[in-house]
């Protein structure tokens, strides 16, 4: 395992010892676990951003291939299919 310095504030020192007296944990195993959390939260925050975006893109397809439908209801069509059927 690598070994770091690391500056901080304080009071940030402080909060890390209590979190490592709290946990019975110690220092380095604290910030290597606050990283993973950060790491995930923002791996997540990526995903749902490109999730939401695809979204959108999918929106404007539709939308512009309603220009071009004239009226046309899939749904409409679906269900006289089933029911001639």
């Known amino acids: 395992m690598l ?3 690391l500056s901080m504030d304080e009071e940030s020192l402080k909060d890390l010892d209590y979190l490592s007296k709290s ?3 110690n220092r380095s195993k604290i910030i ?3 990283i993973q959390i950060y790491k995930n939260e923002f791996e997540k925050q990526k995903s749902d951003l490109k ?3 695809n979204i959108l893109k999918a929106i404007k397809i539709q939308n512009e291939l309603k ?5 046309w209801d899939g749904v ?3 269900r006289k299919w089933r029911e001639s059927g």
């Open 67 to 71: 220009k071009y439908s004239k009226g």
């Open 32 to 34: 290597r676990e606050a």
């Open 3 to 5: 070994r770091i310095n």
């Open 23 to 25: 946990q019975n944990q």
């Open 76 to 78: 409409v069509e679906i």
């Open 51 to 53: 999730r939401k975006q």
